[in-house]
């Protein structure tokens, strides 16, 4: 045997020829200069295994990016639609609203049916406003909190202790615990101070 057939047959006995690859045993390198031999039947088994797992991953993950689309698309549509049932109830006040302005519109002369009319308006919007968690913040009469309470103006006063707001301008409102607009104010201030 020459020394070409000798290293040919010590390649395929490691299994670094893939030409020539040995038909019962395969040897895989666990760490540098370390070989272990697995039977051939083993080698096929963990082949197929990589092949299963290859193909449970294409699976799932397919299924996974099919859930996260879905689940954007359904945000997008409660995004869209959360407000349905508020607007709702805001169109049955424009309907009372619009039969007031034509009522006024149609020279009837009795304002205190018109202002009736609107006072009514006012309370049902208070009532769904209320319904929804949304709340008025009081002011009036109370220290100035910079969380609910905007300053607008101030008014030199020695009827009230500095800080106090002496007047609302514009009403403020929470949804639940968190203030969605603030109430704009008149705050107290000492005589003599700039």
């Known amino acids: 045997m020459n020394k070409e057939t000798q290293s040919k047959s010590k390649e395929a006995a490691e299994g670094g020829n893939p030409a020539c690859p040995p038909t019962q045993d ?10 272990v031999t697995i039977p051939e039947a083993e080698y096929q088994k963990l082949i197929q295994d990589a092949v299963n797992y290859k193909d449970q991953y294409v699976r799932l993950y397919a299924e996974f990016e099919n859930a996260r689309k879905r689940m954007e698309r359904e945000r997008q549509e409660f995004v869209k639609y959360a ?13 009372n609203l619009e039969r007031s302005v034509e009522a006024a519109q149609a020279k009837h002369e009795d304002y205190e049916a018109f202002l009736k009319g609107v006072e009514m308006i006012m309370a049902q919007i208070h009532e769904m406003l209320k319904k929804n968690g949304v709340k008025p913040i009081e002011a009036k009469g109370l220290m100035f909190d910079p969380h609910h309470h905007e300053v607008l103006m101030q008014e030199e006063t020695d009827g009230h202790e500095e800080g106090t707001v002496i007047e609302e301008l514009q ?21 003599g101070k700039s």
């Not at 895989?28 to 070989?35: D, F, H, R, T, Y």
């Open 171 to 191: 009403k403020g409102y929470t949804l639940g615990e968190r203030v969605i607009r603030t109430s704009k104010v008149k705050v107290a201030k000492n005589k």
């Open 83 to 95: 407000n349905e049932g508020l607007i709702a109830e805001f169109l049955n006040i424009l309907d």
């Open 26 to 35: 395969r040897q895989a390198k666990i760490s540098p200069g370390k070989a």
